[in-house]
């Protein structure tokens, strides 16, 4: 049997059953290293971010859009 210590800032985390089902990376710690593995995957959450701030009602378009919804339920 091979022990091997913990890596810090490199946790497992369990799902409601109890298996070992997601890894929290530090991104401080080990962003460097674990980069490239996510630009593989494509993904990078700043530029999703971004796109998705962009695309954002303003504070005016949510209050008509909810007050719209809100008059719907009201009529049925």
Do not use: C
């Not at 980069?35 to 530029?47: G, R, T």
Request: aromatic letters at 10%; a positive charge; charged letters at 40%.
């Amino acid at each position: 049997m091979i022990i091997m210590a913990q890596a810090t800032g490199i946790k497992y985390e369990k799902d409601s059953k109890g298996v070992k089902r997601y890894v929290r990376i530090d991104l401080k710690k080990h962003g460097k290293e674990i980069e490239p593995f996510l630009k593989k995957l494509d993904i990078n959450n700043d530029l999703q971010f971004e796109d998705e701030w962009s695309n954002s009602l303003t504070t005016e378009q949510f209050r008509k859009k909810m007050h719209s919804r809100i008059k719907k339920w009201k009529e049925k």
